[in-house]
């Protein structure tokens, strides 16, 4: 019974844990440049009562054995790089990535941040930013009488000047990429940053040869989060965690009843 509980109370926590990645998934079901998170489950250290393969006899082994499992634990909740669907915005500073690649940029302490979310804004001095005002790197700036902004395929950046015909170019964005993005380590605001686990970027114009995707101009990514799949995996959630609380209803009971015989 001591071992019933305290397994249900592992899976206790662990779908305690699972809510709360799916309500951060749900939270984030509008966010652009989201990307949605799944729970992954382990299992536990086993109590080997009759080891499998033991011998049986003097030419027989046992084939199963007798081993009871310790319970669960959250092992991971890796991030899903599935491509989220693309919303058009019509504005000219909103830019997604089609196909492989982090936009590149430039945090206030000089490290450079990843990120999916391609809703640009231009600050004071014409500078390509977010919209926490970080530049993107390398660095865009744009005329403050620029017109008709233009991003091409391969990450150029032109516009031109009122009363020419010719286009400026402004500079060319550049895309990162990694061996390994699930490695990558969410600091907030839609960015990662490089970790041992995600390996150091790769970078390289959209496009290229790189493996790298191409740009789209006045759209912006939506969040891969899938409502309808989010409130399956509650629900599944939801009925392991009842699942587990029945389990310490009973083995208390079990427990109660051991104690009123003893005593």
Known sequence: ??????????????????????????????????????????????????????????QTVVPSGLQLGLGTRPSANSIIFTQGSFQQTNNPLDIVIEGKGFFQIRRA?????????????????????TATGDPVEPAITLNAQAQSITVAQDGTVSYTLPGQSAAQVAGQIQLANFTNPGGLNSIGNGLFLPTDASGEPTAGNPGGQEGMGTLQQGYVESSNVSVVEEFINMITSQRAYEASTKVVKAADEMYQQVNNVAS
Do not use: C, W
Not at 13 to 41: C, P, W, Y
Not at 110 to 116: E, L, P
């Open 1 to 58: 019974m001591i071992r019933a509980l305290y397994s249900a109370g592992s899976g206790l926590t662990a779908e305690q844990m699972s809510i709360d990645n799916i309500a951060h998934n749900l939270a984030n079901a509008n966010t652009v440049g989201f990307k949605a998170r799944r729970t992954q489950f382990q299992d536990l250290l086993y109590q080997s009562f009759l080891q499998p393969g033991a011998s049986a006899g003097a």
């Open 109 to 129: 302490d000089g490290t450079i941040a990843y990120t999916r979310a391609g809703n640009f804004q231009l600050d004071r001095d014409g500078n390509l930013v």
